[in-house]
């Protein structure tokens, strides 16, 4: 999604910023502390499987076939050892085997829910809803304590719009595991979306939860400008700098929060120039910079900037009103 906003009493829509940051770098480089952890020579059927999942978690599917298939040829009715096959082979794509190894993980294991909430997610995933809250129903009638079923559940109700079921499921979750991540900041999301102040509770709960986690702080810092705090917003936006340096989210987003809130029009362009440093083919931070300099009254170099815009992208209507705007 991008937010737009109307600057002072202009009509020109700027864009906003992104409700999503990107902090792989900081789990890739866990996750390779972790597999180094693991020696190889002293491995049993769940060390396999532990590495397995670190590998896929970092992307390292032929690691993680590796592994997985070393587990399970010593015990090839592990289902541990299944749903992480079930997993790679989302990874690749290949659904068909997917369906095949949760159902042999069903017939091993009748009675754990687990195979059964992933052919759920499946079905959501092939846009069948009502075979996934069937697959739901059975997963819940196996274990009704079972926070990934009342989770998934959430996530169809999320499908439909039906934000009120939604929070129920998701709270349902939370409230059988309170360690269980997903549905706080799930919950989290659907509360700053509705403006309601208890985003901010759940933000800092996951916060709380997992301090690395530094998705959890770029949204808590989304919430706070677009609610009334856009100095706390770009305070956590200069740490969520310092931990993820060069991180072009972070900077548009500081200088969106001194271009629209704070009025700070320097650090704005400053904020701006640094991500088209990380990213030069940015429209969004061209176009805002433009603004800013318009802000200031240098109308000059603030159409400089909107006929740069145009070079390459002649029917940019943003630039073509922001012309029109300054009486070019």
Known sequence: MKRFFLALAYALMLAGCTDSVDDNTTKESKTKAETAELNADTLDVNGYIN???LYLANQ?????????????????????????????????????????????????APLDSRPVIKLAELSF???????????????????????????????????????????????????????????????????????NPMARDFYALAIQMEPDNWSSYYDLALYLQDNGNPVKALEIYDTLEVK??????????????????????????????????????????????GVAYEQKGDYRTAKSIYLRILQDNPNYQLAIDALHRIGE
Request: hydrophobic letters at 45%; aromatic letters at 8%.
């Open 51 to 53: 590495r397995a999942r």
């Open 60 to 108: 390292q599917v032929g690691n993680a076939i590796r592994d997985i298939n070393s587990a399970l040829s010593i015990d090839g009715k592990n289902v541990d050892a299944l749903l992480v096959l079930a997993d790679i082979y989302y990874a690749l794509g290949d659904l068909d085997n997917i369906m095949l190894t949760l159902n042999k993980a069903t017939e091993i």
């Open 125 to 195: 995933l092939q846009g069948n809803s009502n075979m996934a809250n069937a697959y739901l129903d059975k997963a819940l009638e196996l274990n009704s304590i079972n926070p990934q079923a009342y989770y998934m559940r959430g996530i169809i109700c999320m499908s439909k719009n039906d934000t009120v079921q939604a929070l129920r499921q998701f709270m349902k979750a939370r409230n059988q595991d309170d360690s269980f991540i997903d549905p706080v900041l799930q919950i989290a999301n659907i509360y700053a979306a509705q403006r």
């Open 244 to 289: 993820m340096p060069g991180n072009y989210q972070i900077s548009f987003n500081k200088g969106y929060v001194n271009l629209v809130y704070l009025f700070e029009y320097d650090r704005a362009i400053d904020n701006f120039d640094k991500a088209l440093e990380i990213n030069p083919k940015s429209v969004d931070a061209l176009l805002n910079k």
